[in-house]
Nanobody, 122 residues
Framework: EIQLVESGGGSVQAGGSLRLSCTTSGDIHSFYCMAWFRQAPGKEREGVASLNSDGEITYAESVKGRFTISRDNAENTLDLQMNILKPEDTAMYYC????????????????WGQGTQVTVSL
């Protein structure tokens, strides 16, 4: 059974930083595509960043230059370093994985975590 557990959310002021982690239940090497999504109240879920096993990375335009996605194969975690946070980054953040190298975030992901809340205030 594949399980994803997010951590690291919290409340920060604008301009601050947070680091999210997604711990996986198995060998992260088998999770060919991993991604972070977010959903704000009243809005659709959106892809934030993705990373596949070939090292290909994609970021949403709104987070480019501020967020960094990475994976720690030794710790079986997927991380999201978020800097220069803005109030519009406030959302529930989810980790997701797909067991193929195809990593387009617009297509469905079968496995999801429960999410971690990020709140950014002025």
């Amino acid at each position: 059974e594949i399980q994803l557990v997010e951590s690291g959310g919290g409340s920060v002021q604008a301009g601050g930083s947070l680091r999210l982690s997604c711990t996986t239940s198995g060998d992260i090497h088998s999770f060919y595509c991993m991604a972070w999504f977010r959903q704000a109240p009243g809005k659709e879920r959106e892809g934030v960043a993705s990373l596949n096993s070939d090292g290909e990375i994609t970021y949403a335009e709104s987070v480019k230059g501020r967020f960094t996605i990475s994976r720690d194969n030794a710790e079986n975690t997927l991380d999201l370093q978020m800097n220069i946070l803005k109030p519009e980054d406030t959302a529930m953040y989810y980790c997701a994985t797909r067991l193929t190298r195809f990593c387009e975030m617009a297509y469905p992901f079968p496995y999801w975590g429960q999410g971690t809340q990020v709140t950014v205030s002025l």
